[in-house]
C-alpha cells in the first residue's frame, strides 16, 4: 500500500471559496505529515507539518490542516481562495519504518487551480 | 539570505555524457538531499547526506553518485547519463539530526534534459 496518497490530480475552485486538498496516509507507529507548495519553476515550499499535539495545524499563507486518525487523513484547507494559490500541492509522510531509504515519502501531488 | 542554491538551472545533455548537479546552502545545515521530479511520481529521493563525508542512498540511487567534501556543498553527478535520468532535480536541505521531524528547504531545481 502507498504510504501517502492524493486522490486528487487536479482540483479547482472558484476565488473566494473555500479550498480542500485530499491526503490518505498508511504508516503504523506516529506518522509525521507535512504539506509541500510548488510554485511554478520553483522549489517546493513549507506550509505545515503534523508531528504531534492539536490536531489542527495552522500554516503559512492562510492554510490549515486537521489531521484525522481513525481517517488516516490529513486534509489542507483554506477557507477563502485566492488566485495567488493557484499551484502544485504535496504532502508527505515519514514511511514505515524498514520500508525504504528515505526520511519522506512525497505524493504524486495535486494541482490547485483557483479561477477568479 | 541567499539560502539554497543550484546550478545550472537548465541542462542539456547528451546520453552517455558525465553531468554534475551542483547544490550550496548557506545556512549551515546538517542535512541535505536530492531528489528528482517527474510527472506521476512526485518526488522521489536519490541521495542524502547527513554531514561532511557521510552519503547514503535514497530510493533511486542508480545511476548517480553524490560526495559532501563540506558542509555546504552537495554535488550531484550523473557519470553516464540516460535518458531516464530526464527530469527536474531538486536539492533540499534541512536544520539538525531530526531527520524525520525536521523541514526540508528546497532549492529552485536543475531542469535535465538528456537527448
Known amino acids: 500500500a502507498q504510504s501517502v496518497a492524493q486522490p486528487e490530480d487536479q482540483v479547482n475552485v472558484a476565488e473566494g471559496n473555500p479550498l480542500t486538498v485530499k491526503c490518505t496516509y498508511s504508516?503504523?507507529?506516529?506518522?509525521?505529515l507535512f504539506w509541500y507548495v510548488q510554485y511554478p519553476n520553483r522549489g517546493l515550499q513549507f506550509l505545515l507539518k503534523?508531528?504531534?499535539?492539536?490536531?489542527l495545524v495552522k500554516g503559512s499563507y492562510g492554510f490549515e490542516a486537521e489531521f484525522n486518525k481513525s481517517q488516516t487523513s490529513f486534509h489542507l484547507k483554506k477557507p477563502s481562495a485566492l488566485v495567488s494559490d493557484s499551484a502544485l500541492y504535496f504532502c508527505a509522510v515519514r514511511p514505515p519504518r524498514n520500508s525504504g531509504n528515505t526520511p519522506l515519502v512525497f505524493g504524486k501531488g495535486t494541482r490547485l487551480s483557483v479561477i477568479a | 539570505d541567499a539560502g539554497i542554491t543550484q546550478s545550472p538551472r537548465y541542462k542539456i545533455t547528451e546520453t552517455g555524457r558525465q553531468v554534475t548537479l551542483m547544490c550550496h546552502q548557506t545556512w549551515s545545515h546538517s542535512y541535505m538531499f536530492w531528489y528528482r521530479q517527474d510527472l506521476g511520481h512526485g518526488l522521489r529521493l536519490i541521495y542524502y547526506?547527513?554531514?561532511?563525508?557521510?552519503?547514503d542512498k535514497g530510493e533511486v540511487p542508480d545511476g548517480y553518485v553524490v560526495s559532501r567534501s563540506k558542509t555546504e556543498n552537495f554535488p550531484l553527478t550523473l557519470e553516464s547519463a540516460t535518458r531516464s535520468q530526464t527530469s527536474v532535480y531538486f536539492c533540499?536541505?534541512?536544520?539538525?539530526?531530526?531527520?524525520?521531524?525536521?523541514?526540508?528547504?528546497f532549492g529552485p531545481g536543475t531542469r535535465l534534459t538528456v537527448l
Open positions: 503534523y508531528i504531534t499535539g492539536d490536531n
Open positions: 533540499a536541505s534541512s536544520e539538525s539530526n531530526r531527520l524525520y521531524t525536521d523541514t526540508q528547504y
Open positions: 504508516v503504523s507507529g506516529n506518522p509525521y
Open positions: 547526506s547527513a554531514a561532511a563525508d557521510i552519503t
